[in-house]
């Protein structure tokens, strides 16, 4: 996703609009004022709605529309994330942000729930809210009906064919979430089903590998039908099916396993001093193949730089700065005793390459994205056990 604003809170829950989101608007309320005439007339076969074609196709009749029915859209999106976090939140998870992008909306929970029964109840929940915008869009399109006489023809035109269309949209979004095509609903509900007699990471892995299949099969129609959002979801489902499944791979190889087995010790760590030249830093990278460096002061960390932080400073000028100019003084910590999930995790959360690991404030060594990538493939590739429990102190 792009850049996101948020917008307000619902429920106390944040919400956000994606930058995407505001670029797609326009183009969908455009699209849906271009359909006017064959969704009007859809509506009138299907529920002989007698909505009258002519009024309705007429500018500016049919973008007011257009725009009315892409909002509302987007309203029954809003709803059927909220139905997720609202479930999600009954069992304890926090829900950090509900963010509306091109592609519909994402619920951002603070952890993933492990529970096959929580999870089912939290994926259904979706499907299930749009199902019922779904209906009380048809029963206010049954309700319009009682209007004829009472309003003018246009605007009960109008309203009809914004509930018709609300209706079958919401409809519509709740059956093509079910589709197993994970992480999408009905992914999740697939591996709900699959974890209550198998393990989660197995259970995952097979719903991610469903996943991919139908992400292939939306790139193929896609493709046909000429149709850019259903190229998109493609795209998503794979890159999300395949990054999920990784990090559940993760999290279960590395729970239980302490920090202290996975780091760089401080007897193999190189470190910067507060008064190390910027112009040093590329050398020392160069050589001894690091990226970044704990800057200490008097065996005490203050701040960690990075290669992106050099970058940041001019070539001729960078033997003029010392480290302290540069290097970011808020420190992401972690305990050697701690699990390494958890260090896993304060990585992605922090978007950080590297975590200090302190004992009572000492540095104590390094833990890194590559250290953990590293541990985790000798593991799966070894098929041997990470260790687990409090292992030796370092070296």
Do not use: C
């Not at 589709?179 to 007699?197: K, Q, S, T, Y």
């Not at 729970?255 to 190189?270: F, H, K, S, W, Y």
């Not at 020392?284 to 400073?313: C, I, K, N, Q, W």
């Amino acid at each position: 996703m792009w850049r996101s604003f948020r917008v307000g809170r619902t429920f106390g829950i944040p919400l956000e609009l994606d930058l995407s989101f505001l670029l797609m608007l326009p183009l969908l309320a455009w699209a849906v004022g271009l359909q006017v005439e064959a969704v009007a007339a859809l509506l009138n076969g299907f529920w002989g709605a007698g909505i009258g074609i002519e009024g309705l196709a007429r500018s500016p009749t049919r973008w007011v529309l257009g725009l009315a029915g892409a909002l509302g859209l987007f309203v029954g999106v809003l709803l059927h994330e909220l139905g997720h976090s609202l479930v999600a939140r009954r069992y304890g998870h926090q829900i950090e942000s509900i963010t509306l992008w091109v592609l519909g909306g994402i619920a951002r929970m603070s952890d993933l729930p492990e529970d096959w029964r929580e999870e089912l109840a939290i994926a259904v929940a979706g499907p299930a809210v749009s199902v019922i915008v779904g209906i009380g869009s048809f029963a206010l399109f049954v309700l319009t009906a009682g209007l004829r006489g009472t309003f003018a023809p246009p605007t009960v035109d109008g309203l009809a064919f914004l509930f018709g269309y609300l209706a079958v949209l919401n409809v519509a979004l709740a059956a093509f979430n079910v589709l197993p095509a994970f992480p999408m609903d009905g992914g999740r509900i697939l591996r709900a089903v699959l974890a209550r007699n198998r393990s989660y990471v197995d259970a995952t892995s097979t719903a991610a590998r469903v996943g991919k299949w139908f992400a292939v099969l939306f790139a193929v129609f896609g493709l046909v039908r000429a149709d850019v959002v259903l190229i998109g979801v493609a795209f998503f489902v794979y890159v999300a099916a395949t990054s999920e499944a990784q990090q559940v791979a993760v999290r279960a190889a590395f729970r239980g396993v302490p920090v202290r087995e996975v780091m760089t010790p401080a007897a193999r760590l190189r470190t910067v001093t507060p008064d190390t030249t910027v112009g040093e830093l590329p050398r020392r990278m160069f050589h001894e193949r690091h990226s970044g460096y704990p800057v200490v002061r008097a065996g005490r960390p203050v701040g960690m730089v990075t290669l992106e932080d050099a970058r940041g400073v001019r070539e001729v000028e960078r033997d003029a700065y010392r480290v302290d100019d540069v290097m970011s003084e808020e420190l992401v910590t972690v305990g050697p005793d701690e699990e390494a999930v958890e260090a896993f995790e304060r990585l992605q959360e922090h978007d950080v390459g590297r975590l200090l690991v302190l004992d009572d404030g000492e540095l104590v060594g390094l833990v890194s994205r590559t250290d953990l990538v590293h541990a985790f493939d000798v593991a799966e590739s070894t098929g041997a056990d990470l260790p687990r429990g409090r292992g030796p102190g370092p070296s």
